[in-house]
């Protein structure tokens, strides 16, 4: 009875913010270092109806809105209690998942430990200058987003092939598929959505240069690995 209760109410809130939110245009993400949320107060309504509307977020029932509405209040929390100098948290579209979540969901590297030291012994070797910045010398392609597929090596892969193909062509904002990578390069060692290697995936783009993003979307976001495009794979 209680929890039906809680479901209830706090639908009533929401249904309320939404209203607040319609007439109100000073809803801000910025928070007061002093405070801390511990519970729905019309700021945090406020704040969970615009990231609902933002990144078009839809639940299953009203039960478990309410459990991703506190999986957003935690995540405010941690955005206010761990600001850094150097650095600005703020509310994405995985504000309403866990670190176990994300974890599970979209840390797909899964390099062998003898692959790591290779890579470590490659990497001491490298002398690195001061400072550099990339992004505005149009070398780093726009943010791209794996969604519910474990494809970070996949992204990371065809981000390091896309930035040096920009950089040899003096800042040309091409940008690689990561959709290619996750479909095709399956017999190089990766298993799509299900995880990984970076180098698995380079050796793949020496025999099958990859085709751009706009050629070869990226369709795997709901966690589903397609079947690889072969007409396009030859395109690259």
Not at 167 to 182: H, I, Y
């Amino acid at each position: 009875m209680n929890k039906i209760v809680f479901v209830l109410g706090a639908i009533a809130l929401l249904a309320t913010a939404t209203m607040l939110f319609q007439t109100s245009s000073n809803v801000s993400a910025e928070y007061d270092a002093t405070k801390r949320y511990t519970h729905l107060t019309e700021e945090v309504i406020g704040l969970w109806t615009l990231f609902k509307k933002t990144h078009n977020k839809e639940y299953k029932n009203s039960s478990y809105e309410v459990y991703r509405m506190q999986v957003f209040l935690d995540t405010l929390n941690f955005i206010h209690e761990n600001q850094g100098e150097t650095y600005t948290l703020g509310i994405t579209s995985l504000a309403d998942i866990t670190a176990e979540e994300f974890k599970a969901n979209y840390l797909g590297y899964v390099a062998a430990e003898e692959q790591e030291q290779e890579i470590e012994e490659q990497m001491d070797n490298i002398e690195y200058p001061a400072s550099v910045n990339w992004v505005q010398s149009g070398i780093v392609p726009p943010i791209l987003n794996q969604a519910s597929c474990g494809s970070c090596w996949a992204f990371s892969a065809a981000g390091s092939l896309s930035m040096a193909y920009n950089l040899k062509q003096g800042g040309n904002s091409v940008q690689l598929s990561p959709e290619q990578l996750v479909q095709c390069s399956k017999s190089y060692g990766n298993n799509g959505c299900s995880g990984g290697l970076m180098n698995n995936a380079f050796n793949y783009a020496m025999k099958f240069p990859l085709a751009t993003n706009a050629q070869y979307p990226y369709t795997s976001g709901a966690g589903v690995t397609g079947t690889c495009n072969t007409s396009l794979q030859s395109q690259g």
